[in-house]
């Protein structure tokens, strides 16, 4: 496990400080807010620890302030339901006694079923690619806390970076990502992982269309919810294809959808994520 890997997995290893309620650190990193991929992860690992059987096979959820990055976010668990083979919690993320983040998640114990899925799109293989590091390289000395901070998640993007493509381009998006190292064989541990790896690019794939950067000051951008659906068991540590698409933006608003493909083509999980983009003079309301 690479040293920023284990920061991931303390990161989420919450502390229990009562019945349903969890408390989460934060890393030590200049930010304006906290990281929704965080936030997400956090919560989902604070449903899980109160459920007795089965996976997340699903998670919604809306990010309803920006979250603080200096001070530690409670995590409240509300036990909804205990059923024979389903499970719902609900969760609320609080800093400065307000809610900021608010996720239902529903656990299943495994069973057969019917079985189909849409094909893996046919890309080049990770190891093909260079990795972000090596590809952010030309701008270091402008991304001197970018390459300062840890980057548990590998990212291996396909064609053009999204922040450096030159004008607007089509609505898609394809990376390889996995976490930098081997983890536990927790399978809570790694849904949360790739909760948080999800939020990592997803919202990106709203803006390539538009020739809009995140610094620009006539553009404010923001995820406003994340919902998530685990079809099968997967690991976060072996390379996933995240295969992202946005068929819609209006009204001040956009919609980004994701599928992550394991390397043998079976689709484990899909996410759709809505989010703020406000341009002109709204920017700054």
Not at 163 to 190: M, T, V
Not at 236 to 265: C, I, N
Request: net charge negative; charged share 25%.
């Amino acid at each position: 496990m690479s040293a920023s890997l284990e920061f991931l997995v303390n990161l989420l290893d919450l502390e229990p400080i009562e019945v349903n309620i969890f408390r989460g650190t934060q890393p030590n990193e200049e930010r304006q807010r906290v990281f929704g991929g965080q936030v997400a992860a956090q919560a989902l690992i604070a449903a899980g620890r109160t459920v007795d059987h089965g996976r997340v096979h699903s998670l919604h959820s809306y990010f309803l302030r920006p979250g603080d990055p200096l001070v530690p976010i409670l995590y409240e668990v509300d036990r909804i339901r205990d059923g024979r083979s389903f499970t719902t919690r609900r969760v609320v993320a609080v800093q400065h006694g307000r809610a900021i983040y608010n996720m239902s998640a529903s656990f299943h114990d495994d069973e057969a079923g019917l079985e189909h899925q849409f094909p893996m799109p046919d890309v080049p293989d990770p190891e093909t690619l260079a990795n972000l590091f090596e590809r952010l390289e030309p701008w270091k000395e402008e991304l001197t806390d970018w390459f300062d901070r840890p980057h548990p998640i590998d990212q291996r993007h396909i064609g053009p970076l999204p922040w450096h493509r030159e004008g607007s381009g089509e609505p898609y998006q394809r990376l390889w990502i996995r976490a930098d190292g081997e983890l536990p064989k927790d399978p809570l541990l790694h849904a949360a992982v790739a909760a948080y790896a999800s939020d990592m690019s997803l919202f990106d794939t709203i803006l390539a269309p538009h020739d809009v950067r995140w610094d620009d000051t006539n553009f404010m951008g923001a995820s406003l919810d994340h919902c998530m659906w685990f079809h099968r068991p997967f690991r976060a540590d072996e390379w996933m294809l995240y295969d992202t698409d946005s068929p819609v933006a209006a009204e001040g608003r956009g919609l980004a959808r994701g599928f992550l493909f394991d390397r043998s083509g079976a689709l484990c999980v899909s996410l759709v994520q809505e989010g703020l983009v406000r341009s002109g003079s709204s920017a700054t309301q």
